[in-house]
């Protein structure tokens, strides 16, 4: 029950935790009212409480959160400590930046990991890029994989003893409804979408020097800049950011993807690729420490950028 908290307590959402654990939203509802019972605390607000039906953390759930998170290290270092030698696996815990691809998704990449290497045990994290950097350089993470723009490697500064490893670059692709006439064209020039409503994620991104991800505004000033008109947008909360793939499979409006092929899992939706003249590309990164298992990381890198080829 503990892991589920912190599930909530990493994504803001009990449906993203649902995806992650996986189990069904309202056994992640339960659990968490189980821990705060046993506590006699509420450690997360409610979406019913928040008009933008967001989750966050209550005084007494900043408190006790990172108290669960070490019980968690320890039980986590305990059991490792016991089961390696009999089990033969190795536990890679790798961190993930929010939002960084639908959470369906990374059930996907589990199981595609467990397939090319069956010894190495995947754990998953979700925080933003400051928080992954600082838990490396902790050593609570292994390794952490990010998406972004463009690195630019003379301003960007790597924290700590960490390496980085170009994975791929992913070019956008324009998620539609199968319904949708955009869908028969196969592919799609930017000024044909000036009509269409951009489900976007609110909220501020991350801020690294020498990183630039894409946000709802670094998307409007493109469109402005480079492709001649300014878009419509509707913003979702990152809390519930999952809710557009629903409102683009229902025709409510397009998103820009950077999910690659071999990950895409949802039913209902067209991914039409960018004329060449307008096609931008997200790269992906993983960083990862000098330890103990840096050959099962690289190896696990080698999976990641062949799943972006």
């Given at each position: 029950m503990?892991?589920?908290v912190?599930?909530?307590?990493?994504?803001?959402?009990f449906?993203?935790?649902?995806?992650?654990?996986?189990?069904?939203?309202s056994?992640?509802?339960?659990?968490?009212?189980?821990?705060?019972s046993?506590?006699?605390v509420?450690?997360?607000?409610?979406p019913s409480?928040?008009?933008?039906r967001?989750v966050?953390l209550t005084?007494?759930g900043?408190r006790v959160?990172?108290i669960?998170e070490r019980?968690?290290d320890?039980?986590r270092?305990l059991?490792s400590?016991a089961?390696?030698a009999?089990?033969?696996?190795?536990p890679?815990?790798?961190g993930?930046?929010r939002?960084?691809?639908?959470?369906?998704v990374f059930?996907?990449?589990k199981?595609a990991?467990y397939?090319?290497?069956p010894?190495?045990?995947?754990e998953?994290y979700?925080n933003?890029m400051?928080q992954?950097f600082?838990?490396?350089?902790?050593r609570r993470?292994d390794?952490?994989?990010f998406?972004c723009?463009?690195?630019d490697?003379?301003?960007?500064?790597m924290?700590g003893?960490l390496?980085l490893?170009l994975?791929?670059?992913?070019?956008?692709?324009i998620?539609?409804s199968e319904?949708?006439?955009?869908?028969?064209r196969?592919?799609v020039?930017?000024?044909?979408?000036?009509?269409e409503?951009?489900?976007?994620?609110?909220g501020k991104m991350?801020r690294?020097p020498?990183?630039?991800?894409?946000?709802?505004?670094?998307f409007?000033?493109r469109?402005e800049?480079?492709?001649?008109?300014?878009p419509?947008?509707k913003l979702?909360t990152?809390?519930?950011?999952e809710?557009r793939?629903?409102l683009?499979?229902?025709?409510?409006?397009v998103?820009?993807s950077?999910t690659?092929?071999a990950?895409?899992?949802?039913?209902?939706?067209?991914?039409?690729?960018?004329?060449?003249?307008?096609?931008?590309?997200?790269e992906?990164?993983?960083v990862?420490?000098?330890?103990?298992?840096?050959?099962?990381i690289r190896?696990f890198g080698?999976?990641l950028?062949?799943?972006l080829e």
């Open positions: 503990i892991t589920t912190l599930a909530v307590a990493r994504t803001k959402s449906s993203a935790a649902s995806f992650l654990i996986p189990c069904a939203q056994s992640v509802s339960r659990r968490v009212e189980a821990v705060e046993e506590l006699n509420r450690i997360f607000t409610r409480e928040s008009p933008d967001s966050r005084p007494a900043e959160v990172p669960l019980i968690v320890c039980y270092d059991y400590a089961g390696e009999s089990s033969g696996l190795t890679l815990r790798l993930i930046l939002n960084m691809l639908p959470p369906m059930s996907i990449i199981a990991s397939e090319a290497n010894n190495l045990s995947l998953l979700f933003t400051e992954l600082t838990d490396m350089n902790s993470l390794a952490a994989m998406s723009l463009s690195l490697d003379e301003e960007f500064r924290p003893a390496h490893r994975l791929g670059r992913v070019p956008v692709s998620g539609v319904r949708s006439p955009l869908a028969a196969g592919m020039r930017m000024e044909d979408l000036k009509d409503t951009f489900l976007l994620q609110s991350d690294i020498g990183i630039q991800f894409t946000g709802a505004d670094e409007k000033q469109c800049s480079k492709y001649g008109f300014t419509r947008i979702i990152e809390h519930m950011l809710i793939y629903q683009a499979k229902n025709g409510q409006g998103f820009p950077f690659p092929p990950w895409r899992s949802m039913p209902g939706l067209a991914y039409l690729p960018v004329a060449p003249e307008d096609v931008h590309y997200m992906y990164y993983l990862f420490q000098s330890n103990d298992n840096e050959k099962e190896r080698d999976f950028s062949h799943a």
